[in-house]
């Protein structure tokens, strides 16, 4: 199985200042056929579902705001926020959907400071 | 609008069995792979398994393989996850995640998931 591993484990960032979430797999997500790496970042607030943000690594759901992007190739992958909003506190999660089983990272918990 | 209600969960003890249900409406269901995940409190995600939009092919992670079973009903818009032999590691929020028309994996939309708890 394809092994997720984000980093930090939580964070704390003043509002309006930027956010920085990594994502590291185990083997590589990039499709040669397409030449897109299969890995999605999703937001969960408590007592919510997860939501898609951003997906093939860099491209932004529908309705989601641009201060999220998402960057990065092959393994290593980043979630950043560019100018953080009380209303993004949450966990955020990457995936890897490059094959099954897909698997997730273990979350980042992003707090204000 | 594109909704899923999921349905089914409760209190099982060890050993037994529950049938969750995924209710979809707001898109064609027929057209789209779907995905059972389940969140353990105050735990991560966990993939659980997927069915093609046909229902021709299905696939499960290890930790349910042979213990669970995924289908749906294309004509009732519904996806259902027969679990059986239930351990106390299974207990979690069960959701129901719509696909991407061409990948699988991508998880567009999510149910509110419904709780399964295994406890004698």
């Known amino acids: 199985d394809i092994v997720m591993t984000q980093s930090p484990d939580s964070l704390a960032v003043s509002l309006g200042e930027r956010a920085t979430i990594n994502c590291k797999s185990s083997?590589?997500?990039?499709?040669?056929?397409?030449?897109?790496?299969?890995l999605a970042w999703y937001q969960q607030k408590p007592g919510q579902p997860p939501k898609l943000l951003i997906y093939w690594a860099s491209t932004r759901e529908s309705g989601v705001p641009d201060r999220f992007s998402g960057s990065g190739s092959g393994t290593d992958f980043t979630l950043t926020i560019s100018s953080l909003q009380a209303e993004d506190v949450a966990i955020y999660f990457c995936q890897q959907y490059y094959t099954t089983p897909y698997t997730f990272g273990q979350g980042t918990e992003l707090e204000i400071k | 609008e594109v909704q899923l209600l999921e349905s089914g969960g409760g209190l099982v003890q060890p050993g037994g069995s529950l049938r969750l249900s995924c209710a979809a409406s707001g898109f064609t269901f027929s057209n789209y792979g779907m995905n059972w995940v389940r969140q353990a409190p105050g735990k991560g995600l966990e993939w659980i398994s997927l069915i093609i939009p046909s229902g021709a092919s299905t696939y499960y992670a290890d930790s349910v393989k042979g213990r669970f079973t995924i289908s749906r009903d294309n004509s009732k818009n519904t996806l259902y996850l027969q679990m059986n032999s239930l351990r106390a590691e299974d207990s979690a929020v069960y959701s129901c995640?719509?696909?991407?028309?061409?990948?699988?994996?991508?998880?567009?939309?999510w149910g509110q998931g419904t709780m399964v708890t295994v406890s004698s």
């Open positions: 995640a719509k696909a991407d028309y061409g990948d699988y994996g991508i998880l567009h939309i």
């Open positions: 083997q590589s997500l990039l499709y040669s056929s397409n030449n897109k790496n299969s």
